[in-house]
């Protein structure tokens, strides 16, 4: 026989959902030359942070030639550098033919998923209330905030955090080699001291407050600063930061 649960033989494995924060490289044109002195250029400001990290190649702002995007050139120089391309996100059809060709995972764009995404109109005759006029349930509660996620223990080393509609608040340190991510917000009410992702799909109005800035890395909407950067400004101390002209932002919470 072959069934596992009948013969007692464990299954090989079994497939699980699991939310992992990914990196985008955003392409808005490809030289090979350019692209590996960027990259390198970039290595060399965070080398520990790209470090076997995997990334995905963003088409949605490509500019360039179709015939110019050549994923071998693209994922051969990322290798060399110890970063690993998994997939493609956005892009046309022809864009994502070659991706496929390459071997690479599919991922939907903004503009893609908002299509995937949207509910279809409802039919002129059918109303939001019951038989007795009252509204239903569900539409009556359509516009409730999504509540906050609330930490109160200290999220250590290796750990990761996520809130994946609304804000995250941490009641506690937030330890360096941990990460926190979140659709909205993130609070810190002590010191930031691993990675804070905030706007995680796409919010550009997110921000990230915290007692003590110590952190590795702070990302919103994709945009991100590493603790090289952040040291230069509200280091240690109490901060909000946000997105202002696709660059981040870091203000005293005491002046803002």
Same mark, same amino acid.
């Given at each position: ?34 692209? @590996? ?40 120089? !990322? ?42 109109? @409802? ?6 209330? #019951? ?12 516009? @409730? ?19 994946? @509609? ?43 407050? !915290? ?20 040291? #230069? ?12 002209? #696709? ?6 919470? #005491?002046?803002?």
């Amino acid at each position: 026989m072959t069934d596992s649960t009948t013969s007692g033989v464990q299954q090989v494995f079994q497939l699980k959902s699991a939310s992992v924060s990914m990196t985008a490289l955003e392409l808005h044109h490809f030289d090979p030359d350019d692209f @590996e002195a960027t990259l390198r250029d970039k290595i060399s400001q965070a080398p520990g942070f790209f470090k076997d990290i995997p990334i995905i190649i963003s088409l949605e702002k490509y500019e360039g030639l179709d015939s110019e995007l050549d994923f071998f050139k693209i994922i051969g120089t !990322c290798r060399r550098h110890q970063i690993h391309v998994v997939g493609v996100r956005g892009g046309n059809d022809d864009q994502r033919r070659l991706a496929r060709g390459a071997a690479l995972a599919l991922l939907p764009g903004n503009s893609q998923r908002d299509r995937a995404h949207a509910p279809e109109s @409802e039919p002129a005759d059918t109303a939001s209330a #019951d038989a007795a006029g009252t509204p239903d349930a569900k539409a009556a509660g359509a516009g @409730e905030p999504v509540p906050a996620r609330v930490v109160n223990q200290p999220v250590r080393s290796g750990q990761q955090i996520y809130a994946p @509609e609304g804000d995250l608040i941490i009641l506690a340190p937030v330890q360096a080699g941990a990460e926190v991510l979140a659709a909205g917000n993130i609070h810190v009410y002590g010191p930031l001291r691993g990675r804070a992702l905030a706007g995680i799909h796409g919010a550009e109005s997110a921000r990230v407050f !915290c007692q003590s800035l110590e952190a590795e890395l702070v990302s919103i909407a994709g945009h991100y600063k590493i603790s090289e950067d952040l040291q #230069d400004n509200g280091w240690k101390t109490a901060v909000q930061i946000q997105l202002r002209d #696709d660059l981040l932002v870091v203000t005293p919470l #005491d002046k803002a």
